[in-house]
């Protein structure tokens, strides 16, 4: 008897092992285990991290000392960076998984998720050249102009640099 094939809402997993691609076994259960780690971290620093940060973060690898957080940004990087040792704390005194926990290193992953211009790439190379096109014939506006003049009066001290700045907003 065959295998009865699974409907198209199964899980991608699912139509994978179907077909005979699964996942190699201890891939399949370190992913099982990242996923289970992953909420039960979202879960501990709910009150802690913002949800901008915690709707991007994934668990992506861990010893019992060492925590490898994937992120969306370089500015949540930094953030959880700068407050590992209050995470840890929370983590260490929260939770038995997490219980050894002496370090939480945090990776950056770019996801399509998280670009905000989901393009096919021809068409991005497309909409990128007509962007250029219409930025190079585009005027300043009133607050570049105000910016750049700001800066040539009061933190610039190089007078051709001055100039030049000048002569920017001037045309």
């Known amino acids: 008897m065959s295998k009865k094939q699974p409907n198209r809402l199964a899980k991608l997993i699912d139509h994978q092992a179907f077909a005979g691609s699964a996942l190699p076994q201890t891939l399949a259960d370190n992913m099982r285990l990242y996923t289970k780690m992953t909420a039960e971290i979202k879960e501990l620093l709910v009150d802690c991290l913002p949800e901008e940060i915690l709707s991007t973060c994934w668990v992506v690898g861990f010893t019992p000392e060492q925590l490898i957080l994937s992120v969306g940004s370089v500015t949540a990087a930094n953030h959880i960076r700068y407050l590992q040792s209050a995470y ?84």
Not at 106 to 111: C, E, R, S, Y
Not at 150 to 157: I, R
């Open 88 to 171: 840890l704390r929370v983590l260490t005194e929260q939770s038995i998984t997490f219980k050894q926990l002496k370090q939480i290193r945090v990776v950056i992953a770019k996801t399509s998720t998280h670009n905000h211009s989901i393009q096919q790439s021809s068409s991005f190379s497309m909409t990128k050249s007509k962007t250029l096109e219409i930025n190079e014939n585009q005027a300043l506006s009133q607050n570049t102009k105000r910016t750049i003049s700001q800066a040539a009066e009061h933190v610039t001290t190089d007078e051709n640099l001055k100039k030049a700045l000048l002569r920017l907003i001037n045309d």
